[in-house]
C-alpha cells in the first residue's frame, strides 16, 4: 500500500531527497539539474521527482507550506526508503545585515510551531540537523564561493504574524532568519533515523513591503540548490 499524500511506492523515490515547498520550485530543480526526471506524484499538489544528479539518484519533493503539512510528507518519505533530506527553500531575514538572495545554512531551528510542540508533548527541545549533512552543506557553500551565513533559523506557522519588531528581538539571540519547515524536519530526523539538513534563500528582510528583485531571488535560488545537490552526494 502506497502512503496516503505521497502516492509512490519504495524504489520510486531515491534515498536523498531535496524538499522545496513550492511544486513549482519542484518542477524547476527536477528539470533544470536532474538527468532524465520521472515525476511519480502529483496528489494534493506534492509533486515528487526523481532522476539523476552527475549519475546518483536524486528526487525532489514538495513539502507544501508550513510544519503540519512538511511532516506528514517526511514521514511518509521515510517509510518510502528516504534516508537524507534537505530542506531547499526561502526565509525572511530577521538580522538587517542580511542581504537578498544570500544563502543560510541552518545551524538549528527555533521551533515556534505547533507540529514538534504535538510530537514532543509540549516539552522544550532545539530541534537541529544531522551533523554530517550540516557540514556538507557548508562545506560546498564556502567551495562554491557563494555568499552565505551559518546559525539559527526560526520555524513559525503564521507567514504574517511576526512583525518586524519581532524578529529583531529574536535577531539579538542569533536568529538569523524565519522560515516555517525546519524544525518539524530536523525533530523527524532524529525521531526516525535519518539524516536532515536546511539551506535557505533570503527573499526578503521581515517588514520590507515585497519580496527581492524576481532576478536576484532566482539566482539565489539556483545557488541554494546547486549546493544542496553537491552536499548530498557527500553523505
Given at each position: 500500500?502506497?502512503?496516503?499524500?505521497?502516492?509512490?511506492?519504495?524504489?520510486?523515490?531515491?534515498?536523498?531527497?531535496?524538499?522545496?515547498?513550492?511544486?513549482?520550485?519542484?518542477?524547476?530543480?527536477?528539470?533544470?539539474?536532474?538527468?532524465?526526471?520521472?515525476?511519480?506524484?502529483?496528489?494534493?499538489?506534492?509533486?515528487?521527482?526523481?532522476?539523476?544528479?552527475?549519475?546518483?539518484?536524486?528526487?525532489?519533493?514538495?513539502?507544501?507550506?508550513?510544519?503540519?503539512?512538511?511532516?506528514?510528507?517526511?514521514?511518509?518519505?521515510?517509510?518510502?526508503?528516504?534516508?537524507?533530506?534537505?530542506?531547499?527553500?526561502?526565509?525572511?531575514?530577521?538580522?538587517?545585515?542580511?542581504?537578498?538572495?544570500?544563502?543560510?545554512?541552518?545551524?538549528?531551528?527555533?521551533?515556534?510551531?505547533?507540529?514538534?510542540?504535538?510530537?514532543?508533548?509540549?516539552?522544550?527541545?532545539?530541534?537541529?540537523?544531522?551533523?554530517?549533512?550540516?557540514?556538507?552543506?557548508?562545506?560546498?557553500?564556502?567551495?562554491?564561493?557563494?555568499?552565505?551565513?551559518?546559525?539559527?533559523?526560526?520555524?513559525?506557522?503564521?507567514?504574517?504574524?511576526?512583525?518586524?519588531?519581532?524578529?529583531?528581538?529574536?535577531?539579538?539571540?542569533?536568529?538569523?532568519?524565519?522560515?516555517?519547515?525546519?524544525?518539524?524536519?530536523?525533530?523527524?530526523?532524529?525521531?526516525?533515523?535519518?539524516?536532515?539538513?536546511?539551506?535557505?534563500?533570503?527573499?526578503?528582510?521581515?517588514?520590507?513591503?515585497?519580496?527581492?528583485?524576481?532576478?536576484?531571488?532566482?539566482?539565489?535560488?539556483?545557488?541554494?540548490?546547486?549546493?544542496?545537490?553537491?552536499?548530498?552526494l557527500e553523505v
Open positions: 500500500m502506497s502512503p496516503i499524500h505521497v502516492r509512490a511506492h519504495p524504489g520510486d523515490v531515491a534515498e536523498r531527497i531535496l524538499l522545496p515547498g513550492d511544486p513549482g520550485r519542484a518542477e524547476w530543480i527536477a528539470k533544470t539539474f536532474l538527468q532524465n526526471p520521472r515525476r511519480y506524484n502529483d496528489h494534493r499538489g506534492l509533486w515528487g521527482y526523481t532522476g539523476l544528479y552527475k549519475g546518483v539518484p536524486v528526487s525532489v519533493q514538495t513539502t507544501g507550506m508550513g510544519t503540519p503539512s512538511a511532516a506528514i510528507v517526511v514521514e511518509e518519505l521515510v517509510r518510502l526508503g528516504a534516508r537524507v533530506l534537505v530542506r531547499v527553500g526561502t526565509a525572511g531575514a530577521a538580522s538587517s545585515d542580511l542581504a537578498p538572495g544570500e544563502l543560510i545554512v541552518a545551524q538549528g531551528a527555533v521551533p515556534l510551531d505547533g507540529t514538534t510542540r504535538q510530537y514532543l508533548e509540549g516539552r522544550p527541545y532545539a530541534p537541529v540537523p544531522d551533523p554530517e549533512v550540516f557540514r556538507a552543506l557548508w562545506r560546498r557553500a564556502e567551495a562554491l564561493g557563494y555568499p552565505h551565513r551559518v546559525g539559527l533559523v526560526a520555524s513559525e506557522d503564521a507567514f504574517y504574524a511576526t512583525t518586524p519588531e519581532e524578529a529583531r528581538a529574536w535577531a539579538r539571540y542569533g536568529v538569523l532568519a524565519f522560515e516555517m519547515e525546519a524544525s518539524a524536519l530536523f525533530l523527524l530526523g532524529r525521531m526516525r533515523g535519518v539524516r536532515t539538513g536546511a539551506i535557505l534563500a533570503v527573499s526578503n528582510r521581515i517588514g520590507d513591503p515585497e519580496l527581492a528583485p524576481p532576478e536576484v531571488l532566482q539566482e539565489g535560488v539556483r545557488r541554494m540548490v546547486e549546493v544542496a545537490l553537491e552536499a548530498v
